[in-house]
């Protein structure tokens, strides 16, 4: 089970609105590496993991996907509050405003519906570990080279975060496991 | 930046802290340096997390004290501050 505490990981507190960066920014909660698949990949895959340190990490890990994304849901949401008609055109947000107005869908920044088509959990434990890295790779290179992503400060940190801690952690975790 | 603001700022650093170095003891459970590190600052972050409650409402549903408004009442983690 999980409990919810009624703040962000880290707070979010957007004053200019920008609905194109937020087309771009979706992708990070329903797209192909978002926090959902991030958090349905390690949480699904834990079922098949054979030592009690690893199901303690991919619960854990997974489990912070979960705040991940409730902070990226909230940047979404902030950058596009109180849009007139003229900055919705202006910006290039007509053609997710016909179909969401506002609200905060889980798609990616081309406006794919989020799909577990782009996650996988095969039951075997070095594979589905390889899948892992794959995912926070995708993620730490795409989104780096855009450099609109910079204006967010936290950005470039959490993603190299996501980088290190994931070899770290999985890596020599299950190798640390493995030798003894 | 509010009261608010800041306290939730910096209950974020030590939450983070306790996260991330409970992820760490999951495949280092025998790391005594980590482990008091997380406790330290799991201490810190009970104690400002009581001193923001106290203030500003519960921020989990069991700690209501007796208050049922407190739970349902604005801002929501995703509302814009003041400030």
Known sequence: ???YEK????????KQTNPKLAKIIISQYGGPDGELGASLRYLSQRYAMPYPEIKAILTDIGTEELSHLE???TIVYQLTRNLSIEEIKKQGFEDYFVDHTTGVYPAASNGMPFTAAALQVKGDPITDL????????AQGYGQLDFPVLRQIKWWPKRSDHHKISCIMRHYTGFAHTIKQ | MTERQRLLERLASFD???TELHIYLDTHPDDVSAADALHYYEDQGDKLRQQFEEKFGPLSPNNENGNRWAWIADPWPWDTQEG
Do not use: C, R, S, T
Request: no cysteine.
């Open chain 1, 71 to 73: 902070m990226v849901g």
């Open chain 1, 7 to 14: 703040k962000l990981q880290y707070p979010v507190n957007i």
């Open chain 1, 130 to 137: 390889h899948e892992d890295l794959a995912a926070d790779e």
């Open chain 2, 16 to 18: 983070f802290a306790v």
């Open chain 1, 1 to 3: 089970m999980w409990v």
